[in-house]
């Protein structure tokens, strides 16, 4: 079984430009999860997907993040303008359907804004 | 909002030791708490989840425990090896199919 794929895995960027990140769930996983990892911290919920639907997006700045879930497969994070904060690695996982509690993740994308 | 804390932020020990890191919380309104591994440069793997009815959970040289009343989980290694230095996180699932993720603990097994 092919695990969570993310891409880029590391991205370099200056202040007030604009980056995507892209992520491929595992097959058949209906739930997908943004996470934002500032160094030295745990995890940071973004955004979840239930299919192509937003479940929870409370922890979103959404003056400059955004997410959407096309086909209720793939999902892309953009970023628009960055700001030097959002350094980070961004994590992407996903959840089988059933009654399981186990998310699986990706490499991440480690973004740098200078 | 619920709060999680990892002690310590780094552990250093010689190979062999038994060691014991610690996760605390502050709600303990929780479904279940899940011990993850996260390797430089890679995802985070899952190692044990135990449900909010269990106390414990054991696999291989791990054992995780959970006493939800005083908020509070520990994940044991026995026998550390050098291939276990990595960064060790707890996270608290909290329904709604979410976790919340603790600060952390660095390890470091020296050969």
């Known amino acids: 079984e092919a695990g969570v794929a993310q891409s880029p895995r590391y991205k370099i960027i200056e202040k007030r430009q604009s980056v995507a990140f892209w992520c491929n769930p595992i097959s058949g996983h209906a739930t997908l999860y943004w996470y934002q990892q500032i160094l030295g911290q745990g995890p940071k919920l973004l955004i979840q997907?239930?299919?192509?639907?937003?479940?929870?997006d409370s922890q979103l700045p959404k003056d400059r993040f955004s997410a959407e879930r096309l086909k209720g497969v793939d999902s892309t994070l953009k970023i628009q303008p960055a700001k030097l904060e959002d350094s980070a690695v961004y994590l992407c996982?996903?959840?089988?359907?059933?009654?399981?509690?186990?998310?699986?993740f990706g490499p991440g994308t480690r973004l740098t804004v200078l | 909002k619920q709060e999680v804390t990892q002690i310590p932020a780094a552990l250093s020990v010689p190979e062999g030791e038994n060691l014991v890191l610690n996760c605390s919380f502050t709600?303990?309104?929780?479904?279940?708490l899940q011990w993850f591994r996260q390797d430089p440069g890679k995802g985070l793997t899952s190692l044990l989840l135990i449900q909010s009815s269990q106390r414990e959970q054991t696999s291989g040289r791990l054992n995780a425990s959970l006493d939800k009343s005083s908020g509070r989980s520990t994940l044991y290694i026995a026998a550390s090896q050098p291939g276990d230095s990595a960064t060790y996180l707890c996270?608290?699932?909290?329904?709604?199919?979410?976790?919340?993720f603790g600060t952390g603990t660095r390890l470091l097994v020296s050969p």
């Open positions: 997907f239930q299919n192509n639907g937003v479940v929870d």
């Open positions: 709600d303990s309104a929780i479904y279940n």
């Open positions: 996982a996903s959840r089988s359907p059933g009654p399981t509690d186990t998310q699986y």
């Open positions: 996270a608290l699932g909290t329904g709604f199919q979410k976790l919340v």
